[in-house]
């Protein structure tokens, strides 16, 4: 037993050098005065008091926004992917899942490139619109291009664990639901959906955390000016050098991730019990 706990050492040692040691460092800087060196810093909540101003609040609350508008999509489009998907065969299922995820092998910012040549003023949809005599519209660096970019690279996180849950079901459950005389709807209602609701609030996670946090997409597909949160904290850091500023943005984003992840995981408890209750 001690051999095997010895094992944990490096990892707790990972932990500390890379994630325990960086927190610290953003609450420091959080909590002080603008300045880059650690022994002049001094005790200010300035910096969130400029985090709650109504400049950077509008931005706060449109990345918000922008995340739900995207999960929500993403909910409507991956659940019915998922249950297409997990009523085929294993074989086409993993043939479908690979064709999902294939995508993803390549880099997100190449990916999210692509997009650029698809949206823009001369990309492929106007040109599209052009031989068929449409005028052309303006899509590119809008926050229909956020939008779509975000679903494009974040669906898969809603499909894979919804498509888990519907795979792993036990179908004589739904068996009974026909034998019990209720028809295809009532059945999804009653049964498929509530046993399928773990797999949906992991894919709200795994799709409304990134989301709301992401700089790149904003970036490239909503041009420099468009500003979200992902963005306002890069920008800090990499441009501005407002180290202080930029810990609290991040500090207030933690703080907002946690409580999201501990809800939705009180949420996930209460489902499974409430299912297990009604099964």
Not at 53 to 71: D, M, N, Q, R
Not at 98 to 123: D, K
Not at 139 to 157: E, R, S, W
Not at 195 to 204: C, E, F, N, Q, T
């Amino acid at each position: 037993m001690n051999t095997f706990r010895k094992l944990v050492y490096p990892y707790c040692v990972w932990i500390g050098i890379f994630i325990v040691i960086p927190m610290l460092m953003i609450v420091v800087y959080a909590f002080s005065q603008a300045g880059n060196d650690v022994t002049t810093l001094s005790f200010t909540l300035a910096n969130f008091q400029k985090f709650f101003s109504p400049v950077f609040g509008s931005v706060f609350i449109k990345s918000i926004w922008i995340a739900i508008v995207t999960t929500v999509v993403c909910i409507l489009l991956g659940y019915p992917l998922a249950y297409f998907i997990a009523q085929k065969s294993e074989n086409v299922r993993n043939t479908m899942i690979l064709l999902m995820t294939f995508p993803q092998w390549i880099n997100m910012l190449i990916r999210t490139y692509s997009w650029i040549g698809i949206l823009s003023e001369a990309g492929l949809i106007n040109t599209i619109l052009s031989y068929l005599g449409l005028p052309k519209v303006d899509l590119l660096y809008t926050d229909f291009a956020v939008i779509l970019g975000m679903i494009y690279n974040f669906l898969p996180f809603m499909v894979l664990p919804i498509y888990t849950s519907l795979s792993k079901m036990d179908q004589s459950l739904v068996q009974a639901s026909y034998d019990l005389g209720a028809n295809k709807v009532q059945t999804f209602q009653k049964v498929i959906f509530p046993l399928s609701l773990p797999g949906v609030l992991s894919g709200i996670t795994m799709v409304f955390l990134p989301a709301v946090s992401s700089f790149v997409i904003p970036k490239l597909l909503g041009g420099g000016q468009y500003m979200l949160i992902g963005s306002l904290i890069e920008n800090q850091f990499i441009t501005v050098g407002e180290w202080n500023f930029g810990s609290a943005i991040s500090l207030v984003m933690t703080i907002i991730i946690l409580i999201s992840m501990y809800f939705l995981k009180k949420v996930d408890h209460e489902v499974v019990e409430e299912g297990g209750k009604k099964v």
